[in-house]
């Protein structure tokens, strides 16, 4: 059976992080098992990064306002949604989600909502008065969108579990899909080359790299505090933090690296996309991210594609999947954990850090490979498509 289904996202603009890659990721499997994707958006129609996606993607804006308000989205949505088998509907507190619940509630056409963690009560504790405006909004939208989703998609069972503790008010028939990456193909060798030459100071150096947003859930502070502990071990030992910084947080954590004497030995190299990216990954003898909050962690999945282990906190909702393949190494998002985390690593021989290199590849196959995610997402659908035509 042939399934056509549209994604909506506010925006593919990959310097918000994960959902836009994860789009990317279902929209290129599904087409590569002989499905129908579109994309609904509200991105310019010029935005450079729409030519990475294969399927056909549709831009609904002007978007006004940190809320995303698109006023043509609605009527496109009416118009359009006839020519699909379902809806999948990514992230919530926007327009965008509200926008859909309001066009699908009432129509035999079922749609499903991926919360990209965004229910995760971390953010409850770090941002309360930002947690205040939700419960507003909370009983008359965004409840409203979960309760009436055919399903409510979560890509751990982690991530299942902690969306029921943010809100007291809460109903939705959860759903845990795969998710990740396509593997990475490209030659091994050139890609690292490619990466050296950019980044020259590099070479012959034992990297650590952090690859990701600067934002203060990630926990850099932390990461940065920890291989000042460590990085007088080895000479050569160099931390790459490579991520757009949207926030202007750099600049304290610059300040931090000098206070702790460690400035020379990080790198920041900006966001990297392609084989840039892959080549800091070949690179690399291990990936951190200490992070306060990680829905799933698609970094780390790429990372373990390309065989490199990682070194993770256990809010990194993943991380149970990651000890039992031991694929790389967990603890707390403290200092200390952080610290531990580095001093594990670097003390470990390196026949035992190759084996947990070649669990990382094995755990990538088993579990977070793009086509089985797909998979997944679409079983999901076509489960929920059946259910809809025998309710009808």
Known sequence: MTIRYLHVIHSLDPRWGGPAEGVKQFAGAAMRLNHNVEIATFEPPDAPWAEEFECPIHYIGPAYLKYGYAPRFSTWLRRNVA??????????????????????RDSHIPYYVFTHGMLDPWFKRRYPLKHMKKLLYWPWAEYRVLRDARAVLFTSEEERQLARRSFGLYRANELVVSYGVAPATGDHAHERETFLKQFPMLREKRLLLFLGRLHAKKGCDLLIGAFAQVARRDRSLRLVIAGPDQGGLRRSLTALSEQLGVADSIVWTGMLGGVLKRGALRAAEAFVLPSHQENFGLAVAESLSCGVPVLISDKVNIWREILEDHAGLVADDTLAGTTRLLEDWLSMSPAGRQRIASNAQACFTRRFHSDAAARSLLSAIERGGTERRQVA
């Open 83 to 104: 020519r699909f088998d379902a809806v999948v509907v990514n992230g919530i507190w926007q327009y965008h989600s509200f926008t859909t619940w309001r066009v699908l």
